[in-house]
Structures are given as C-alpha cells and as structure tokens.
C-alpha cells in the first residue's frame, strides 16, 4: 500500500499571514493523523516563507505521543541550518533536495554527476542519525543509476529517492493524452530502474486527487507527499475529509 505523508507548508503559509498563530501547524498535524495518514513532510526553507524552525520541533515533540507515525524533513543539506535541524530532531526521513534559497519552489533534483561526491558523508552522517534518506531526482534513469556509486544505499533503511512530479501533474492538466502517456511511461521506467537498483520509490509535487489514480499506476510506489493540493481541498471539504479522499484515492490505486 503507498503510504500518504501530508506536506504542512501551506498550513503554515497561511498561519504566517498573521500573528495570532492560526491555524495551528501541530493541530493540522493532529487532524491529519487521526485521519489516518501515514506521515507528516515539513520543508523548513531558510527565509521561513512557509514551515519556520519552531514548527519542526514542535511537530517532532508533538509526534512523540504517535511513535508509529512518520516524520519527514525536505531540505538542502548545503544549507548549513537544515543540517542542524536534522542532527537535532532525527527525523524518520530526510529527503534531500537541491534548491537554491530563493526559488519559488523546488523545480529539479539532484545532478548526481555534478553533486554526487558532496553528498556522500551527508548521506553517512543521516543515515548515522538512524534517518532513511530519501533523494529527490527527476525521472533520468541514467541519473537514478548513479546513485549507488554513493556508497550503502541502506543504513537503517532502504535508500530511496523522490521522483519529482510537477511536469506529470502539469501534463495531466494542461497536455494532450499522448504527452500525458509519454510522461507516465517515463516515470514508470524511471522508478523500474531505481527499484533495479535497490532503491525505494516515493513521489511528490503537485499531485492531486485528479492526476494521483493514473500516477499510481505505476508498481511500487512506497509514498506520497502531497501538501498544495490537500491544503486546497480541505478549504473546501475540510481537512480531515480531505486527508480521507486522498487515502481512499490510493486504496482504489492499490486493489
């Protein structure tokens, strides 16, 4: 079963445009839990535009009281502070991603040829923390084959990577079917080669309640993360309905 792990930035976001602390990241984090989710994603970003440093530790002393569900911290590890958010709260996952401080939001993964050798002991260092590291590629099978060349792809865990979405979810709303078709079989292949080489799978950006059934399609998808547009749902549905949609969206996907 593909797990859903729900992305808070937006809860955040909007928090963020007022003092008074509403709506409350730990208590969206609460909600989404008791809807059933799997995980919690937060990407910390270092102008606080969305998550600030005080909600990783309390969503992480929060998540003390639900041992069996997961944390996940994105972030890039060059960025020095990202790193000692991470050495402090130990996450359950650490899904490293290679944007630049000032982009609108991730748009890329990782050039493994180019940053390869710099992620080698940041990759170690996680995975000595006891975190799985998860590393977000776009769907470059030729890329995703690199990645062994890091050294242990499983510390505690399996190594996996995050395929990196928006193009998918943009062809879903905007391309014609043929497009649509040549995305999903690149992604199916992207993912075949990165399961070859003993590599979990997990997916994110801009997937939604539309695009999501077709996408998991594709065998073997461990998760999901998925922020946006469940934060754009629960405007409308609520946040616990929304959580519920999106489960139910993957239990179909999976039968």
């Given at each position: 079963m593909t797990a859903l792990s729900v992305n808070l930035n937006k809860i955040a976001l909007v928090r963020n445009s007022r003092t008074m602390g509403i709506p409350s990241v730990v208590k969206a984090g609460e909600t989404c839990i008791q809807a059933g989710a799997y995980g919690l994603t937060v990407h910390p970003r270092p102008d606080e535009r969305h998550i600030r440093r005080h909600d990783v530790y309390d969503l992480a002393e929060m998540l003390k009281a639900h041992p069996t569900?997961?944390?996940?911290?994105?972030?890039?590890?060059?960025?020095?502070?990202?790193?000692d958010i991470v050495r402090d709260v130990k996450p359950h996952q650490v899904t490293l991603v290679p944007d630049d401080p000032n982009q609108f939001t991730s748009d890329h993964g990782w050039d493994i040829a180019k940053h390869g050798e710099t992620l080698i002991p940041i990759i170690k260092e996680i995975q000595g923390l006891g975190a799985r590291v998860s590393l977000f590629m776009d769907p470059d099978p030729e890329q995703i084959r690199l990645i062994p060349t890091l050294g242990s792809m499983q510390g505690p865990t399996e190594t996996r990577i995050e395929l990196y979405t928006e193009p998918y979810a943009t062809a879903s709303r905007e391309g014609t079917e043929e497009e649509l078709e040549t995305l999903h079989t690149s992604y199916a292949v992207a993912a075949k080669v990165a399961q070859e080489c003993s590599l979990g799978v997990n997916a994110g950006h801009d997937l939604n309640l539309e695009n999501l059934p077709q996408f998991l399609?594709?065998?073997?998808?461990?998760?999901?993360?998925?922020?946006?547009?469940?934060?754009?749902?629960a405007l409308m549905m609520g946040l616990e309905n929304a959580v519920k949609a999106y489960l139910d969206v993957i239990a179909a996907a999976n039968q």
């Open positions: 569900i997961e944390f996940n911290i994105e972030g890039n590890p060059l960025e020095a502070r990202f790193m399609q594709i065998p073997n998808i461990l998760e999901v993360s998925i922020g946006h547009a469940l934060t754009a749902d």
